[in-house]
C-alpha cells in the first residue's frame, strides 16, 4: 500500500513545519485518489477555451511539486515550464515520489529553519530569489488548486473519483 492511500496520524504537537507536512498528506492523499484508474479519455478531457486538458494538468501539478522540492533543497526552478513528456504512468509514479520527498524535507526543517530558506528561480535566465512564503502561496497552493480541476475534469469525462474516499477521515471507506 502506497503511504498516500492513507492519511498517517496526526503528529502530537501543532507548529508550522507539522502544519506544512500534513497540507501535504491531505495533498497527497487527494492525489492518490483523483489519479486513480484514469482511463485515456480521462487523460484528454479538456473543458476547453484552449485550457489544459487533464494530462497537461498532471504534468503542470509535476512541476509545482518539482517547484517546492526544489525550493525546500536550495535549487534552482527555471522558467518558462518545459514540457516532460511522461506516461501517465510515470507521471503519476514522479509526483507521488515527489509529494513524498517534500514530506521528508519538511519533517527534517525546524520552524526555525523557514527564516533562512529562500525560493530560488531563474525566469528566462534571469536570477531571482523570493522568501520562503511565496512557496506556500505560490507553488503549494497551486499543487491543491489543480488537484480540484483533476476531480472536476474526472467527474465531468464521466469517471468521478471512488466515493468511499473520504478526505476529511484520510481513508477510502467501504460505501453500503
Not at 149 to 169: C, K, L
Request: with cysteine; glycine share 8%; proline share 4%.
Amino acid at each position: 500500500m502506497h503511504h498516500f492511500q492513507e492519511i498517517t496520524q496526526a503528529p502530537n504537537t501543532f507548529n508550522g513545519t507539522n502544519s506544512l507536512v500534513r497540507i501535504i498528506d491531505g495533498a497527497g492523499f487527494r492525489y492518490y485518489w483523483a489519479t486513480e484508474n484514469l482511463s485515456e479519455e480521462d487523460l484528454q478531457f479538456s473543458p476547453g477555451n484552449e485550457g489544459r486538458n487533464l494530462l497537461q494538468t498532471l504534468a503542470h501539478l509535476d512541476y509545482m511539486a518539482s517547484f517546492v522540492c526544489n525550493t525546500l533543497e536550495g535549487k534552482v526552478t527555471s522558467f518558462p515550464e518545459q514540457e516532460n513528456g511522461l506516461s501517465f504512468e510515470k507521471l503519476r509514479k514522479t509526483t507521488l515520489h515527489k509529494l513524498d520527498r517534500i514530506k521528508n524535507l519538511l519533517s527534517q526543517c525546524s520552524d526555525e529553519d523557514f527564516q533562512s530558506k529562500k525560493i530560488k528561480c531563474s525566469v528566462q535566465g534571469n536570477a531571482m530569489e523570493f522568501d520562503i512564503w511565496n512557496m506556500i502561496h505560490g507553488p503549494l497552493v497551486d499543487i491543491i488548486y489543480h488537484l480540484g480541476q483533476v476531480v472536476s475534469f474526472r467527474r465531468s469525462s464521466g469517471n468521478p473519483i471512488d466515493p468511499g474516499v473520504q478526505p476529511f477521515m484520510g481513508k477510502r471507506m467501504e460505501i453500503a
